[in-house]
């Protein structure tokens, strides 16, 4: 029995990505010709049509949908017995594919990997920031091997390993219009439409929001910032207020501006958890154990 290559399922997952035989090509390093004929023998092979194609468009049969599910898990089992092997030659060696979030990666990446270079030298890093629901998906896809993100979050599926807790910490600018006094402990009394928050997608701005208990209130501005940096400038225009997290004060992002910080009263949601998440399935769990402690130990130390 003549099984499905490797090569021509990657063929068709590449397609599903990019619904364009041109571009999936592109991404596979091949001409249109060579996968479309890839196609053309996957389909074959299977005895199905999986792809409906005009001079416009594309459409993947339901039965496709599922063929390109099975695919992801046989290309993701096949990187996993390789990094297995290699991993079992050589610990701590190879590459390491590290999804970040954009609330994490400027503030501690650059230690992460200093770190990482120190302990275990022969161990290449490459980086992909997105935000939490991207990176997770590309984690269970297998386009990245573990993920660096904030908890809690909806890991399902997946192994979650915390490391930090980063506080946050009430911001708002040194002569602010608007009502400051005694918020560390109720936010009730914020102005309307005050609170500024990231935009919708970074899970940073649920974990402020548990911090502070005023979701779906009226206090918080309709306007949302895309990044930290963004809402610090925000801030620093006396345009409303916010909750920053330790890691991000501590690298620097209040210099040269004119907010003050409050620390919130001490609770269970006054902060987030900054963690890893992997594959249950994943062959390098030890490794990422490692990596867990090495962070565990040099966190404290990192935010001061």
């Known amino acids: 029995m003549r099984l499905p290559s490797l090569k021509h399922l990657h063929y068709?997952?590449?397609?599903?990505q990019h619904q364009h035989f041109g571009t999936a090509a592109k991404a596979c390093h091949v001409s249109q010709s060579t996968l479309s004929s890839?196609?053309?023998?996957?389909?074959?092979?299977?005895?199905?049509?999986?792809i409906e194609r005009d001079n416009k468009k594309i459409l993947f049969t339901p039965l496709a949908e599922e063929v390109v599910k099975q695919a992801q898990h046989?290309?993701?089992s096949v990187a996993e017995l390789n990094e297995q092997v290699q991993a079992f030659a050589k610990p701590f060696g190879g590459v390491l594919k590290l999804g970040v979030i954009p609330t994490i990666a400027p503030f501690l990446i650059p230690q992460f990997l200093l770190l990482i270079k120190?302990?275990?030298?022969?161990?290449k890093v490459f980086v992909r920031e997105g935000q939490s629901a991207v990176v997770l998906q590309q984690l269970d896809e297998?386009?990245?091997?573990?993920v660096l993100l904030a908890l809690p979050y909806d890991c399902h599926g997946m192994i979650t390993k915390s490391f930090y807790h980063d506080k946050f910490y009430f911001a708002y600018h040194k002569e602010s219009q608007l009502t400051t006094k005694h918020l560390n402990t109720d936010f009730s009394n914020l102005s309307d439409h005050s609170l500024l928050l990231l935009?919708?997608?970074?899970c940073?701005?649920?974990?402020?929001?548990?911090a502070c208990h005023l979701e779906h209130s009226e206090k918080i501005h309709s306007f949302s910032a895309s990044s930290l940096h963004t809402l610090v400038q925000m801030v620093n225009n006396d345009l409303g207020v916010t909750f920053l997290p330790k890691m991000a004060i501590?690298?620097?992002?209040?210099?040269?501006?004119?907010?003050?910080?409050?620390?919130?009263?001490?609770n269970h949601h006054n902060y987030r958890e900054i963690g890893f998440a992997w594959r249950s399935q994943s062959n390098r769990h030890e490794e990422f154990e490692h990596v867990v402690a090495l962070m565990q130990t040099h966190s404290q130390h990192l935010f001061l």
């Not at 120190?118 to 161990?123: A, K, S, T, V």
């Not at 297998?142 to 573990?146: E, F, K, M, N, P």
């Not at 940073?204 to 929001?209: E, F, G, I, S, V």
């Open 12 to 16: 068709l997952i590449s397609v599903h």
């Open 199 to 202: 935009e919708d997608g970074h």
């Open 250 to 266: 501590s690298s620097g992002i209040l210099d040269n501006t004119d907010i003050l910080i409050r620390p919130l009263e001490e």
């Open 74 to 76: 046989i290309l993701v």
């Open 204 to 210: 940073m701005r649920d974990h402020a929001l548990s």
């Open 38 to 50: 890839g196609i053309a023998a996957l389909e074959a092979l299977l005895g199905v049509r999986l």
């Open 118 to 123: 120190q302990q275990f030298p022969d161990l």
């Open 142 to 146: 297998g386009t990245l091997d573990l």
